[in-house]
């Protein structure tokens, strides 16, 4: 059974920093572009960033690419984001999504992604 499951969200001031997990389970990761999302309360869902499964290429949207790090541990089945200088309006549950695939020129789009993980609430506020 395919699963993705997030941790790492939490309360952080504007400023600070966090890293999130994805830790795969029933696939193996590395054979997968994995996504990860954002979505605000009344928003919608946005890309934030991609790793592809061939190359390891990595794609960011424009607001968060010198901010966000993406990479992957291959021994851990596990994908991280690594979320620096975080602002008020980072604030959103972010996702991560695997799809075999995507990634290869952008980020694609939510709906083109196959699995999903329950998402982890990230807050950044003072």
């Known amino acids: 059974q395919v699963q993705l499951v997030e941790s790492g969200g939490g309360l952080v001031q504007p400023g600070g920093s966090l890293r999130l997990s994805c830790a795969a389970s029933?696939?193996?990761?590395?054979?997968?572009?994995i996504g990860w999302f954002r979505q605000a309360p009344g928003k919608e869902r946005e890309g934030v960033s991609c790793?592809?499964?061939?190359?390891?290429?990595?794609y960011y949207a424009d607001s968060m690419k010198d901010r966000f790090t993406i990479s992957r541990d291959n021994a851990k089945n596990t994908v991280y984001l690594q979320m620096n200088s975080l602002k008020p309006e980072d604030t959103a549950v972010y996702y991560c999504?695997?799809?075999?695939?995507?990634?290869?020129?952008?980020?694609?789009?939510?709906?083109?992604?196959?699995?999903w993980g329950q998402g982890t609430q990230v807050t950044v506020s003072s």
């Open positions: 999504a695997a799809d075999l695939w995507l990634c290869q020129d952008g980020l694609g789009s939510p709906g083109e992604y196959d699995y």
């Open positions: 029933g696939f193996t990761a590395h054979y997968y572009a």
């Open positions: 790793i592809s499964s061939s190359d390891g290429r990595t």
